[in-house]
């Protein structure tokens, strides 16, 4: 089973409110990710979980905070966001070999839209 | 040097027909080259990937052709049908430790035609 799940699947929120979206992945992956896909374009990496600890962040605006609680678990907070981050936000997860992750799974997706 | 670049933007072929899309990159550190899929509202999915010690994977009806001398690789989807119409991104990785962070092209629109 390949299965990486996200909640909720739309979400609207106002500039001034805090939200948060959740991943789960069971698969026993020790690689998560989320990314940022806009209409007609790649998905654009936001930040890397190995391990359950923060190994990359691509210059993400701190209205995008992100968590990993456990192995299985990623959540992306948010806070006081612009109409410009609506999007739809990605997790995925990978197997760690050794050094190397491989195969990477996407979740649905959560559909963002800020007012 | 950590683009890739993905041709065409967007596909028409007919039912049955072949589809062929193509993937260009620079860095000869990459070395692992993945397909996604993806349908409108919907994740990426993996579709088929290959590493440069292959010059060619089958897996059905898609087939990634490899050629590392030219630093290219291409999707073939042979009998195209409906349900191949999505949006197809090639992507790279690099050695990266534990990261595993891809480089993805810019993404082919593929519309069959019934």
């Known amino acids: 089973d390949t299965e990486v799940t996200q909640t909720p699947k739309h979400l609207v929120m106002g500039m001034t409110n805090k939200k948060s979206l959740k991943c789960e992945q069971h698969?026993?992956?020790?690689?998560m990710y989320w990314y940022k896909q806009k209409a007609k374009k790649p998905p654009e990496l936001m930040f890397v979980?190995?391990?359950?600890?923060?190994?990359i962040n691509e210059s993400v605006p701190s209205r995008f905070s992100p968590e990993c609680p456990n192995s299985s678990l990623l959540n992306l907070h948010l806070h006081a966001l612009q109409p410009e981050d609506s999007a739809l936000y990605l997790c995925?997860?990978?197997?760690?070999?050794?050094?190397?992750?491989?195969?990477?799974?996407f979740g649905p997706g959560t559909r963002l839209t800020v007012t | 040097q950590q683009q890739v670049k993905q041709s065409p933007q967007s596909l028409i072929v007919q039912k049955g027909g072949i589809s062929i899309i193509n993937c260009a990159y620079e860095?000869?550190?990459?070395?692992?080259f993945p397909w996604y899929q993806q349908f409108p509202g919907k994740g990426p999915a993996l579709l088929i990937a290959?590493?440069?010690?292959?010059s060619e994977k089958k897996e059905g009806r898609f087939t990634i052709s490899f050629n590392k001398s030219a630093k290219q690789f291409s999707l073939h989807i042979m009998d195209s049908q409906p349900g191949d119409s999505a949006t197809y991104f090639c992507?790279?990785?690099?050695?990266?430790?534990?990261?595993?962070?891809?480089?993805f092209g810019q993404g082919t629109t593929l519309q069959v035609k019934p």
């Open positions: 995925a997860s990978s197997q760690v070999w050794g050094f190397e992750v491989y195969e990477q799974y």
């Open positions: 698969m026993g992956h020790r690689a």
């Open positions: 979980y190995s391990y359950e600890k923060l190994s």
């Open positions: 860095n000869t550190a990459f070395d692992y």
């Open positions: 290959i590493r440069p010690d292959v």
């Open positions: 992507a790279a990785k690099g050695k990266s430790g534990n990261t595993g962070k891809l480089i």
